[in-house]
């Protein structure tokens, strides 16, 4: 953002401070303390310093916010809260006016939308630093000075959010990448999806959805694959049995690994051999189109 473009959103911090709910409290409005009219322009931000709290944003069913979470809302449509966990709560608000909500594109957040960072000694730093500007210092510049602090706040919180996301999204790739490379290697060890995502330092969840993004497979689809492939040599290079076969590779299930080989070869194992014994191109110019639409 130019720093032209600031003074082009007319920001005016109304009031900020920092609350200690206790716990079980009861319902009550998300902002406080502001001497606003809640009209189109007014906001409140709200970030929870500590402990848990629920919210219910837009009518919805509520939400349980946790440190590290924050999100900013309209003044005309402030969400209830309310703290019933067995713990005191912090928080803090900066309820603030302005001109132009283009500053929230420009910033990459929505209203009514959760965000979560790592809330450090820095972000609190910043916080009170709004609060001590428009409390305390009450100087001539003392209202330019905590918009100023606020403009840097959400520069902070934009980098935590999205910077955090970029960086993640290379480690999970990298990660992801490393496990492919394993199930090349250590195709015959039967590995569930939770420990390659405990491996990954990803949830289930993720890692599956990283995965398939990545190769175009699921997890266990793609090492299915390779484990075929490795069938697909012993059967060409050895006399060993089917069931040894499946065994060495890494199926436990007979059943399943000739029904895997059949669907992508159009043949069972014991076809294949016999194909490949008696001379046979079909099977290999069927494997190539199976593996080059595999590895594409």
Request: aromatic share 16%.
């Amino acid at each position: 953002m130019e720093f032209e473009d600031i003074f082009g959103y007319f920001l005016i911090i109304d009031s900020a401070g920092h609350n200690v709910v206790p716990k079980d409290q009861g319902f009550f409005p998300a902002d406080h303390s502001s001497q606003l009219v809640p009209s189109d322009d007014s906001y409140t931000f709200m970030m929870i310093a500590r402990g848990n709290e629920i919210f219910y944003l837009n009518n919805a069913e509520p939400i349980t916010l946790s440190e590290g979470d924050f999100f900013f809302f309209n003044s005309k449509s402030s969400p209830m809260r309310c703290n019933t966990h067995n713990e005191t709560m912090e928080n803090y608000y900066i309820n603030f006016k302005c001109k132009n909500p283009q500053i929230f594109k420009k910033f990459q957040f929505q209203l009514n939308t959760i965000y979560h960072i790592r809330f450090t000694t820095s972000i609190a730093a910043k916080l009170e630093s709004i609060i001590l500007e428009n409390f305390y210092f009450k100087g001539p510049f003392s209202g330019v000075s905590a918009v100023s602090y606020f403009i840097n706040l959400l520069v902070s919180l934009h980098r935590a959010v999205y910077e955090k996301d970029q960086k993640q999204t290379k480690l999970s790739s990298d990660a992801v990448t490393k496990i492919a490379i394993s199930m090349y290697t250590d195709s015959e060890l039967n590995l569930s999806l939770d420990d390659y995502a405990t491996m990954c330092g990803l949830s289930k969840y993720h890692f599956c959805r990283e995965f398939k993004k990545q190769y175009g497979f699921s997890p266990i689809a793609f090492r299915n694959h390779i484990r075929v492939d490795n069938a697909r040599t012993y059967l060409e290079a050895t006399n060993f049995s089917v069931s040894k076969i499946a065994t060495m590779v890494g199926f436990s299930n007979l059943s399943l690994f000739v029904n895997m080989f059949r669907s992508i070869y159009h043949m069972t194992p014991s076809e294949y051999r016999k194909s490949f014994q008696d001379g046979s191109n079909t099977s290999k110019k069927e494997f190539k189109n199976n593996k080059n639409q595999f590895d594409s």
